[in-house]
């Protein structure tokens, strides 16, 4: 299995405050993902990377940024938290293509 | 309308049993097919991959593509308990970008 942990497991906040959620793979893929999942929606693309540097917005992008300063970290931050942020957070990695591996979820509660 | 529509379930079968999950999809341009499987409290996993249409077999899995009528999917062939689990489809053109079903929740009763 490719080694991506997510860190923390299980976060809950309060509306406002600032949220960093961390992703780190040890299989030197060169793309990373940030998914968030919802009943009813499924997994929808926040923030991806495609090289040290290199992010590019997803499909639901406002109110989360992302850095990737090396090849295996990639940080989501939510600069003020929103209770309609309150989710499951996965991150993924793959080195080509569309075979992604996954990590096993952020639990975040906005409060 | 969504681009990729998948029915939630639950969708509860006794074990044995022949399992059929479906998708459907509008953008004509997808190519690439993906089924992933999701255990509660994971992450999803790689279960099938398939280019373009046409079939692929792996164990007791089958995936199944008709461009044609827009339409992918799952069989499971003699169910067990251990396949429980929320079965994910996605797909994409060529950019790579995925766009994934909501998934359905699959429960096998022993």
Redesign the interface.
């Known amino acids: 299995d490719a080694g991506i942990t997510q860190s923390p497991r299980h976060k809950v906040t309060e509306t406002g405050t600032p949220v960093t959620l961390r992703c780190h793979q040890t299989e030197n893929h060169r793309y990373m993902y940030w998914y968030r999942q919802d009943p009813g929606h499924g997994l929808r693309l926040i923030h991806y990377s495609y090289g040290v540097k290199d992010t590019d917005k997803g499909e639901v992008s406002d109110g989360y940024s992302v850095s990737r300063s090396k090849t295996e970290d990639f940080l989501l931050t939510l600069e003020s938290a929103t209770s309609s942020q309150t989710s499951v957070y996965f991150c993924a990695s793959t080195q080509e293509g569309e075979k992604l591996f996954f990590g096993s979820g952020t639990q975040l509660s906005v409060l | 309308q969504k681009e ?1 529509e ?1 029915d ?1 379930g639950p969708l509860s079968v006794p074990e044995g049993a022949i399992v059929s999950l479906n998708c459907t999809y509008s953008n004509s341009a997808f190519q ?1 097919f ?1 089924w992933y499987r999701q255990y509660s ?6 279960l099938m ?1 398939t280019y373009s249409s046409g079939n692929k077999e792996d164990g007791r899995f089958t995936a199944q593509v008709d461009k044609s009528s827009k339409y992918i999917s799952l069989f499971i062939r003699d169910s067990q308990p251990s396949d429980s689990a929320t079965y ?1 489809c ?1 797909m ?1 053109d060529s950019n ?3 766009i ?4 359905t929740k699959l429960i096998i009763k022993p």
Do not use: H, T
């Not at chain 2, 409290?41 to 790689?46: A, C």
């Not at chain 2, 994934?100 to 998934?103: K, N, R």
């Open positions: 990729v998948q939630p690439y993906m409290r994971k992450g999803p996993e790689l991959y994910l996605a994409s790579y970008q995925l994934w079903g909501a998934g």
